[in-house]
């Protein structure tokens, strides 16, 4: 068993415009980098052993920042990463509903089997990140670890945990920029979303 603090990493240009990353590699902005470290400040109260990472370089920057104002080694698991958003990347969803409302209707009807076209489905996000935190358990049994992700895959993680569908009725549930606590024991399981506010 591990316990899980899941946060989406700092922003990035991209984030401030809205636009779709997915798999780009897109850096944190100086905006970003002095988010991190406020954050640094915020969860180093936490008991966190160690931090986990996805290996895109908005996330490990934020890592990287976090793991040196906390203290805690640093491991990077490719699986971790952003939901591959295919033709989408780069663009923004208000703009791609403006050319394509049906594409975007469509998708979004498809709940678990969202898939933007040229992309990766929520279904294989879940596998993947399943994979990453077989491999933790093995590593860091009984340890409490952050994990430094993206918002999708926080979304998947948690929606998943507590079997909702990803319907477009739905009531969000996740806020952005904040800390959530899961624990792995060969299932996920929620402790507590949204309990630890970063900004």
């Known amino acids: 068993m591990i316990r899980l ?4 990493h700092a922003r990035t240009p991209w984030n401030l415009e809205k636009k779709i990353q ?24 936490e008991p966190f052993d160690a931090i986990l990472s996805s290996p895109l370089i908005r996330a490990r920057e934020t890592a990287l920042i976090l793991s040196d104002r906390m203290g ?3 491991c990077v698991d490719k699986d971790l990463r952003e939901q591959d958003f295919g033709d989408w990347e780069g663009l923004r969803i208000n703009d791609i509903r403006e050319k ?12 678990w089997e969202f898939r933007p076209p040229g992309g990766e489905s929520r279904n294989r996000v879940l596998e993947r990140v399943t994979k990453a935190f077989e491999r933790a358990v093995k590593n860091f049994e009984n340890q409490y670890i952050l994990v430094v992700t993206h918002q999708s895959v926080i979304k998947i993680l948690i929606y998943d945990a ?3 569908t990803f319907g477009p009725d739905e009531t969000p549930l996740v806020k952005d920029y904040f800390l959530h606590d899961l624990i792995w024991d060969g299932t996920l399981r929620i402790q507590e ?3 630890l506010q970063l900004n």
Do not use: C, H, M, Y
């Open 5 to 8: 603090g899941l946060i989406r």
């Open 22 to 45: 997915g798999s780009t590699d897109i850096p944190l902005n100086p905006e970003g980098k002095e988010e991190a470290a406020r954050w640094g400040k915020i969860l180093i109260s």
């Open 72 to 74: 805690i080694p640093l």
């Open 100 to 111: 394509d409302p049906k594409a975007v209707e469509f998708q979004e009807s498809r709940g």
């Open 162 to 164: 507590l079997k909702r």
């Open 193 to 195: 979303i949204n309990r």
